[in-house]
């Protein structure tokens, strides 16, 4: 359904940066900062609200993973689609969602991108070419081969990112869907996000093999990747979205990435030791990352606080507005069930 009433349409973030050589320039560097840090203080809140009992239900955080989604985004087009399962809040984010109607969603209110009736995990904007979060694992993968296969029949150039977890990645649904876009050559990005833990078992435990690897068997290409540096990412991503562009068919991208924080905000996340979640933030941070080329890119540490203090006061107001917005009335229940054409 579309965005609720009252809230404007913002400008795609999926527009790439500069192809010149020698790397990101300083506003380039400022843009990826900026937008990483939006999503982990956006975080960072919907979790303080979860906790004061604004948001029900699930709650899955993307804290950590910030240079996945930033990454993959700056590098597609305005026609590309994407979809993704129950972590979802940066997708969206990244996509060019506003903030203040991501943030009513999620404390269930009528201002919401759902109308306050999707919540965390099932909301989306078509006006943005976001086709949801999705609560069934591995349900996104079989959506976004939809989405390739409408791209490929509408002849638009589009490609569909189609976003799974390392669990995920084990379902049964997602080699019939490797076999049905190698088979229809469909232009879709399969992008595993590998934070190395499935619920609360480890990646190492519960899948043999190299994920990336298992599109072999239908032919699809696939590439392993840091999803802690944002550089790499883009890199990557840029690579990949050129074969499927060029008409190849799929691709698969392997993103090595870490969360913080437990599976869901009811998770303790007790499998793993405080030593190991320590190593990532204090030596892989990837908004830490980004900030240090910014530094050595000359943007001066008064021009970063500039930007903190921005996003700041954007989350701030997110969470306030989606605290003043009404609830929806009980009638909504019956409608946005079925799409007329």
Known sequence: MAAAKGKKKTASKKAAPSKKTGGPGAEELKKLYR???????????????YGMGFIGGFCHLYIGQEAVVTGITTMQEPQDTVVTSYRDHAHMLACGMEPRGIMAELTGRASGYSRGKGGSMHMFSRE?????GHGIVGAST?????????HKYKKDKGVAAAYMGDGAANQGQVAECYNMAALW?????????????????????AAAGKLYKRGEGYGIPGEQVDGMDVFEVQKAAKQALDYIRSGNGPYILEVMTYRYRGHSMSDPAKYRTKEEVS?????????????????????????????????KEIVTEAAQFAQ???EPDAAELWTDVLVEV
């Open 35 to 49: 937008d990483m840090l939006l999503i982990r203080r956006f975080e960072e809140k919907a979790g303080q609200l």
């Open 128 to 132: 943005e070419g976001f086709f949801g």
């Open 142 to 150: 079989s959506i976004g081969t939809g989405l390739g296969f409408a």
């Open 185 to 205: 050559e469909l232009p879709v990005l399969f992008v595993i996000e590998n934070n190395q833990y499935g619920m609360g078992t480890s990646v190492d435990r």
């Open 279 to 311: 190593s990532f933030k204090e030596e892989r941070d990837p908004i830490t990352h980004v900030k240090e080329a910014l530094l050595k890119a000359k943007v001066s540490e008064d021009e970063i606080k500039e930007i903190d203090k921005e996003i």
């Open 324 to 326: 003043d917005s009404p």
